[in-house]
């Protein structure tokens, strides 16, 4: 609900076309935030997709000005890392996981405040802080890749079994 007023305010301020495509599987409250975009007008400038597949959602990310992802709790936020690959600057909470998977290469914002949040949207498209963003992601993704993971498990393993 706060990415929505938040995207609202973004468009008054900005006076921009820009859209917000909105991706995930629905869930029971999903009717909720769909009520605010009619209520708000923005029926044409914000769009529910549901469930993609990975070729959509790849195509998603290469295209898109920026992820949001303000999550309140993740596990891991591989989402930052997707679009990161993708060459896409992204704006995520400065909770939770997400700093320590951002590292310095996404706009970390407070996911209640949403101020904060429109700020960090009119900041990511200025180009200097654009490609400072896709610069920093492409340096930030090389942290992490699945062979140094199942070498460090594997350790992890080695180290736990009974002797």
Do not use: H
């Not at 959602?57 to 709790?73: D, G, H, I, R, V």
């Not at 180009?127 to 896709?134: G, K, Q």
């Amino acid at each position: 609900m706060r990415v929505i007023e938040a995207f609202d305010r973004f468009l008054q301020r900005t006076a921009s076309s820009f859209k917000l495509l909105i991706v995930g599987k629905r869930y029971k409250n999903y009717k909720e935030p769909e009520s605010k975009v009619r209520s708000l007008g923005l029926d044409e400038s914000i769009k529910f997709l549901g469930y993609v597949n990975e070729s959509e959602l790849l195509n998603y990310y290469q295209k898109a000005c920026a992820l949001l992802f303000l999550s309140m709790y993740e596990g891991f936020g591989l989402p930052i890392l997707e679009a990161m690959s993708c060459g896409t600057p992204v704006i995520t909470s400065n909770i939770s996981a997400m700093p320590e998977i951002a590292g310095n290469a996404a706009l970390l914002v407070n996911p209640y405040d949403v101020n904060e949040i429109v700020t960090a949207m009119e900041r990511v498209i200025q180009r200097d802080i654009r490609l400072d963003l896709v610069s920093k992601g492409f340096r930030n993704i090389k942290r992490f890749n699945w062979q140094q993971t199942a070498e460090k498990t594997l350790e992890i393993y080695e180290k736990c079994k009974i002797k």
